[in-house]
C-alpha cells in the first residue's frame, strides 16, 4: 500500500494533506480502485471517472456533517476507499462484504441510499431544507451524472429547488456517458461545449485583444455572457434558479477545489442554489476503460496488465442475448415491431437490434415513465413495441404501466430482465416483486419461461397476444436448454406437467422449475412447469390437486402476493381444499452476493425445496391413507 492512501481512514485525515499532496493521492486512489476491482469485479469505468472529484468534494466540505449524495452510486468505490472501508474493498458485492453502492447503514458517510438513478436532487434538497429549518449550517450537494439528468425527476427536483434558500449544490458530473451512450436533447446541450471549445476560445481571444480599449473590453464582456447563454448550456440551469457555474476540468483538482471553495462560500453567504459542472472522463488512468468504457463499465475480474479476454469456450448464451436474438428474428419477421428501452442498451441486449433496425429502436434515457407511456402511444397507432426493461426498473413506471397501458388494454411486450436474484447488485436492482405487481393488474399477463428455450417462444406468445403481456426471466444464463430457431410460440395461459410422482405436486414457475426436479426426485414428487403466472392454468391446477394430497408452489419471486398466492385464490374459488407450502423469495430485501449462495441461503434450490417439504409434510413417502401435515 501507498504510504498516502494508507494514512487515510477517513475524510478528516485527507483534509489534513497539503493541496501539493492530493495530486498524489488522486493518482494512489486511481491505482488501488483498478487493483481492487480487477480482483473483485464491479464498477470500473465510472469510478475512475471521478477520483478527483471525490478528493475535491472530501477536502472542501465536512463531511459527514455535510451531505454528499451520489446519484445511482455506482461511482462511489473512491468515496468508500477514503471513508474507513479501504481495507474492506475485497469484500466488494459479496455475501457479507460492502455494497457496490452507498448504504445508510453501512458508513455514516453514505447519507443516502441508491442506486437508482435521479433521485440525489430530491434527496439532497430534503437535506438541505432540513438543515435550514433545524437552524444548522451544513451543506447538501448532490452528485448527478449526464445521463441520470435525462430523467423527469431530476428536473422535477431542479424546478423545486430553484424556488427553496437551501445550501444545496447540485454537480453535473458530464462525461458524455451514463452506461450506454447517452441520448436526448438534453445531451446535444451539453455536447456543445465539447465541439472545438468555441466558447473558451472565443472568450480568451477577445480579452487579448481588447483589453487595451476599456470601452471596447467592456462590450467583450458583454458579448461573452451572450456566447456563454448560447453555447453552454448555464442559461438552462439559470432558469431553474441555479447559480450556474462551469464547466471546468473534473481531472484538475487546482480547478476543482479553488471553485468547491468558492462556491461553498456562495451558499453561506445564501447566495441561493448552486450548479456546478464538470467535465470528467469514464475510465480516466486506465486506457483500455477510456478506449472501451461500456465494455469496462462492470467488468468480472481481469488482469490489469493485460484486460479483458474472451473466454476459450463460448460460454452458454444468456437469457438476455436469447432476448436479443428473438428480437431481432421477430423483427425481420414483423415490420410494425419496435424496440424501446430507457438507457440501456447493452444490459437489455439490444445492440445487434440497434445496429440492424435502427429505425426501429428507441432509447428513451433514463425515463422509464415515458418509455412505457411513449410505448402506449406507439401501440395506440398499430405498431408493436417491445419495451426492454430490467423488472426492478419497471416499478419506477408503475402508474404508467397501469393508465396508459392496462387501462386501454394495448397490445405490448415487456420483457422483465433481472428478475429474481441478481447476485452483486443486491436489493436495490433484485427483481422480487414484479409478479406482485403485475398480477394485480386488469388485463395484464405474466409469462415465467423455464429455460432459454422457453424465453424465446413465451416472448413468441406474448407478441401474438392483443394485450399487455409480461416476460420475466432472470440475470445470466439457464440450465443449457436448445434454443429452437424458430418464432413458434407455446399456448397462451398453459402448463405441463414434467413429472408424475405420488402424494405431493411442485408446481414450478420459471427456472426453480430445475431444482424443483431434483427435489422430486427423492421425494417422488409430480412436478407441473406452471409456465404463467397470470393467467393461472386452472385446468391443469384443479386435476393436480385433485389427485394429490398436498401441493407446493415454488417462484423466484416475493412470496407475498406472489405465484403461490395465486394458486391459494384459484383453490378457494374452485372449492378445494388442499395444504399448501408456498416457497419463495421472504420478506425481506436481498443481500448482495453470489446468485447461487443466496438460494441455497433461502432454501430455493434442490436441497432446501426438499428439506421443506420434508419439514412441512414429514409422512410424504406413506401410503394413499393420508398426508400428515406439520
Known sequence: ?????????????????????????????????????SRTGGHLSSNLGTVELTVALHYVFNTPEDRLVWDVGHQTYPHKILTGRRDRMSTLRQLGGISGFPRRDESEFDTFGTAHSSTSISAALGMALAAKMKGESRHAVAIIGDGAMTAGMAFEALNNAGVEDGRLLVVLNDNDMSISPPVGALNRYLAQLMSGQFYAAAKNVGKTVLKGAPPLFELAKRLEEHAKGMVVPATLFEKFGFNYVGPIDGHDLDSLIPTLENIRHLLDNGEGPQFLHVVTRKGQGYKLAEADPVAYHGPGKFDPAVGLVKPATPPKPTFTQVFGQWLCDMAQKDPLLVGIT???????????????????????????????????????EGMKPVVAIYSTFLQRAYDQLIHDVAL???????????????????ATHAGAYDIAFLRCVPNMSIACPADEAETRQLLSTAHAQNHPVAVRYPRGSGVGVAVPDGLEGLPFGKGEVRR???????????????????????????????????????????????????????????????????????????????????LGLPDVFTEHGDPAKLLAAMGLDASGIERSIQARFPDQRGDAAGLKVA
Open 1 to 37: 500500500m501507498s504510504s498516502l492512501l494508507s494514512s487515510i481512514d477517513s475524510p478528516a485525515d485527507l483534509r489534513r494533506l497539503t493541496r501539493q499532496q492530493l495530486p498524489v493521492l488522486a493518482k494512489e486512489l486511481r491505482d488501488f480502485v483498478l487493483e481492487s476491482v
Open 342 to 380: 430507457p438507457a440501456m442498451r447493452e444490459g437489455s441486449g439490444m445492440v445487434e437490434f440497434h445496429q440492424r433496425f435502427p429505425g426501429r429502436y428507441f432509447d428513451v434515457g433514463i425515463a422509464e415513465q415515458h418509455a412505457v407511456t411513449f410505448a402506449a402511444g406507439l401501440a395506440c
Open 408 to 426: 386501454q388494454n394495448l397490445p405490448m411486450v415487456f420483457a422483465l430482465d433481472r428478475a429474481g436474484i441478481v447476485g452483486a447488485d443486491g
Open 500 to 582: 408424475r410422482g405420488r402424494r405431493i405436486a411442485i408446481l414450478a414457475f420459471g427456472t426453480l422449475l430445475y431444482p424443483a426436479l431434483q427435489a422430486a426426485q427423492a421425494l417422488d414428487a409430480t412436478v407441473a412447469n406452471m409456465r404463467w403466472a397470470k393467467p393461472l392454468d386452472v385446468d391443469l391446477l384443479r386435476e393436480i390437486a385433485e389427485t394429490h394430497d398436498a401441493l407446493v408452489t415454488v417462484e423466484e419471486g416475493c412470496v407475498m402476493g406472489g405465484a403461490g398466492s395465486a394458486v391459494l385464490e384459484a383453490l378457494q374459488t374452485l372449492g378445494i381444499d388442499r395444504p399448501v407450502l408456498t
